[in-house]
Nanobody
Framework: QVQLVESGGGLVQAGGSLRLSCAPS????????IRWYRQAPGKQRDLVAG???????NYAASVKDRFTISRDNAKNTVYLQMNSLKPEDTADYYC??????????WGQGTQVTVSS
């Protein structure tokens, strides 16, 4: 069973930065895409950003130009660098990974709180 270990959440003031990490227990090369989602209290879970095994990225319009998703194959880790954070970015952030065989895995989530 693959596990996704997330870290890096916390409390930050508006305008600040955080970097989230997602480290799968298996090789990062088994996944065709790794995504970050977020879910604010009382709201649905929304896609934030994704990165394919080939390094192609996509972003939600609300975070484009502020967030950067990247992968370090040597460290078997995907990162979400979040800059210029806003109170509306407050949410639980989840890592999601889909294998080349369409198996889908979720992390336990990491909380991000942005104070105004």
């Amino acid at each position: 069973q693959v596990q996704l270990v997330e870290s890096g959440g916390g409390l930050v003031q508006a305008g600040g930065s955080l970097r989230l990490s997602c480290a799968p227990s298996g090789s990062i090369f088994m996944f065709k895409i790794i995504r970050w989602y977020r879910q604010a209290p009382g709201k649905q879970r929304d896609l934030v950003a994704g990165i394919t095994s080939g390094g192609v990225t996509n972003y939600a319009a609300s975070v484009k130009d502020r967030f950067t998703i990247s992968r370090d194959n040597a460290k078997n880790t995907v990162y979400l660098q979040m800059n210029s954070l806003k109170p509306e970015d407050t949410a639980d952030y989840y890592c999601n990974a889909e294998t080349h065989w369409s198996q889908d895995y979720w992390g336990q989530g990491t909380q991000v709180t942005v104070s105004s």
